[in-house]
Antibody, heavy 121, light 107 residues
Framework: EVQLLESGGGLVQPGGSLRLSCAAS????????MSWVRQAPGKGLEWVSS????????YYADSVKGRFTLSRDNSKNTLYLQMNSLRAEDTAVYFC??????????????WGQGTRVTVSS | DIQMTQSPSSLSASVGDRVTFTCRAS??????LGWYQQKPGKAPKRLIY???SLQSGVPSRFSGSGSGTEFTLTISSLQPEDFATYYC?????????FGQGTKVEIK
């Protein structure tokens, strides 16, 4: 059974940092692209970042480029999102999602339950 | 960035109804589009990939069509568990963009 378990969310002050983790199980982690999608309170879905399973190439939304860093540790079956210089507008539930393919496409077949990030003073 | 516009923003329907809603792209995206269903407080769920292919385990009452700039998602006979918000996502060009969602409510 495929499982994606996010962790690392919480309350952080503006300008602070957090690292989200997504522990994957039930599939060959290294063979699939992985992504983060977020949802601000009462709002729709927003794609944040994706990473290729083929070569680790990363892609970012303009709103997080230069502040967020996506990485993966295939030996630990874990996806990481390092979030720096956090802003109030980064407040959201962050979902980890497994891609259908090894290279990033907007096709996700499994999602985690989400981890909440609140940026506030 | 490619803008994805879903219509309507919400609709009311009854169990058994056939419902169709639309996702329009601000420029051509071939068939690089997926559809997702989300219920309040829950993670999104897979529905459709490549505009018209049903993801594994998704009931056959769901179908997708379209290419280029206009796409549709159809539920042939609405079931109680289908009341949710539906999102399209284009991945033709970075940054990937979601539509704003269509909320399907019980009439």
């Amino acid at each position: 059974e495929v499982q994606l378990l996010e962790s690392g969310g919480g309350l952080v002050q503006p300008g602070g940092s957090l690292r989200l983790s997504c522990a994957a199980s039930g599939f060959t982690f290294s063979s699939y692209a992985m992504s983060w999608v977020r949802q601000a309170p009462g709002k729709g879905l927003e794609w944040v970042s994706s990473i290729s399973g083929l070569d680790g190439t990363t892609y970012y939304a303009d709103s997080v480029k230069g502040r967020f860093t996506l990485s993966r540790d295939n030996s630990k079956n874990t996806l990481y999102l390092q979030m720096n210089s956090l802003r109030a507008e980064d407040t959201a539930v962050y979902f980890c999602a497994k891609g259908l393919l090894i290279t990033p496409r907007g096709y996700f077949d499994y999602w985690g339950q989400g981890t909440r990030v609140t940026v506030s003073s | 960035d490619i803008q994805m516009t879903q219509s309507p923003s919400s609709l009311s329907a009854s169990v058994g109804d056939r419902v169709t809603f639309t996702c329009r792209a601000s420029q051509g995206i071939r068939n690089d589009l997926g559809w997702y269903q989300q219920k309040p407080g829950k993670a999104p769920k897979r529905l459709i990939y490549a505009a018209s292919s049903l993801q594994s385990g998704v009931p056959s009452r769901f179908s997708g069509s379209g290419s280029g700039t206009e796409f549709t998602l159809t539920i042939s006979s609405l079931q109680p568990e289908d009341f949710a918000t539906y999102y399209c996502l284009q991945h033709n060009t970075y940054p990937w963009t979601f539509g704003q969602g269509t909320k399907v409510e019980i009439k």
